[in-house]
C-alpha cells in the first residue's frame, strides 16, 4: 500500500499466475434497448494505466475513445473538435489547478450540450454543485459502464 496525502491511495496485489481456462472473465454487454449507435468518448485520465483499460474497455463497448491525460488537455481538444464527441468521462481527482470536477463545471458552462459522466474512487470527494452530473463509483464493472454511459448520452 502507497498513500500520499491529496493524492490518494495505490494497492498493490500480487496473485499466483493461474492456468487460462479459455472463458474470458470479461465480455461486452450487448445492447438490450434503444439505438445501437456507436459513443464518441473523450475520456480524462491522468493514470496511464488506467487510462489503457479503460480505453480498451470502452472500445470493447463498441465505443470510440479519445483520451485526453489532463483537464487542460481535454479542454484544447473539446474547443478544437468539439463536434466529435458524444460524451465527456473525467475522473474527479486529478493533480494541477484543474481537477475533474472543475473541468466538468468548465464544460458545462461552454457546451451544455455535452453530457458528462464523472469517476471516482476516492471515498471522501465532495461532488457538491449547482450542477447535477451523473457519477460512476470505481470499481466498476463493463455492465454498469455500459449502462451509465448508454443513460447519460441519451441513447
Known sequence: VESRPGEGSRFTLFLPRGEASGTPMMHSPEPRQGPDRVLRILMVEDDERVADLSGQLLTSLGSI???????????????????????????????????????????????????????????????????????LRKPFSAEVLWRVLRHASGS
Open 65 to 135: 475513445v479519445t483520451t485526453a491525460s489532463s483537464p487542460k488537455a481535454a479542454l484544447e481538444t473539446l474547443t478544437l473538435r468539439r463536434d466529435d464527441f458524444d460524451l465527456l468521462l473525467t475522473d474527479v481527482v486529478m493533480p494541477g489547478p484543474i481537477d475533474g470536477l472543475e473541468l466538468a463545471n468548465t464544460v458545462k458552462s461552454r457546451w451544455p450540450n455535452l453530457p458528462v459522466v464523472l469517476t471516482t474512487g476516492a471515498t471522501d470527494v465532495r461532488l457538491k454543485t449547482e450542477r447535477d452530473f451523473t457519477v
